[in-house]
């Protein structure tokens, strides 16, 4: 039995990456201006722990998508769920 799902929007999905190389404020801006492109509302950025966190909607901008923006602004990264 599959639950009632219903066809929304699903901008609320979060995503927790592991981001290395990040030490700054503007790291947080480069990982920000990276993942604005694909639609991303809020990206959270822990530099003490080398995480960001983006709420974003997996259909339009799927976790490989944010993976590879922020790669290519310069900071590898790997997801952690
Ligand atoms: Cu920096």
Do not use: F, W
């Not at 009632?4 to 609320?12: A, Q």
């Not at 503007?26 to 201006?33: D, E, L, T």
């Not at 909607?57 to 790669?71: F, H, N």
Request: proline share 6%; net charge negative; with cysteine.
């Amino acid at each position: 039995m599959a639950p009632n799902k219903t066809e929304e929007v699903e901008m609320n999905t979060e995503t927790i990456l592991d981001v290395k190389g990040m030490t700054c404020g503007s790291c947080i801006r480069h990982i920000q201006s990276a993942l604005a492109p694909l639609g991303v509302e809020r990206a959270e950025v822990d530099l003490r722990q080398g995480r960001v966190t983006v709420q974003h909607d997996d259909r339009a901008a799927p976790v490989a998508l944010l993976i590879a923006a922020i790669q290519q602004a310069g900071y590898p990264v790997a997801p952690t769920k």
